[in-house]
């Protein structure tokens, strides 16, 4: 069965160059070893650049097990890696309420950043299937 195109390699460089703080890993579904990068930055940026050749099959990886449709993953980890704690991300993908409650608290005091970095995937893959309100 073919997949879409969800994730974009362009992207997961871009968000790479970050990448000793985990932000591609996010990006491609890899919470775990995300965390792990925050916290070693990129395991003493060994694993950052062992990275640099690993985004293809990351981002094969993604497209197969992420679900497409209106909203994008590419503009909702933009969004919410630059401007995560104004809630600009939950409100594109129509979250208001939340995106206007981490707007008036700097994305739920930084604890709602960190559960939309390990769970944005997943909640865009839900909207994009019609399972999320």
């Not at 070893?33 to 640099?52: A, K, N, P």
């Not at 309420?97 to 769970?119: P, Q």
């Amino acid at each position: 069965m073919p997949h879409s195109d969800t994730h974009s390699k362009a992207i997961g460089y871009l968000l790479w160059i970050f990448g000793f703080l985990g932000a591609h890993r996010f990006y491609y579904g890899k919470p775990i070893t995300g965390t792990i990068w925050f916290f070693t930055l990129g395991l003493l940026f060994i694993g950052w650049i062992i990275d640099l050749f690993l985004i293809p099959a990351m981002d094969r990886a993604a497209d197969i097990r992420f679900k497409s449709g209106n909203i994008s993953y590419n503009v909702s980890w933009i969004l919410l890696t630059f401007l995560g704690v104004f809630g600009i991300h939950r409100m594109y993908m129509g979250k208001w309420i939340t995106g206007i409650l981490y707007l008036l608290t700097g994305g739920l005091f930084l604890l709602g950043i960190l559960y939309d970095l390990w769970t944005l995937n997943s909640q865009i893959s839900e909207k994009n299937s019609g399972l999320g309100g």
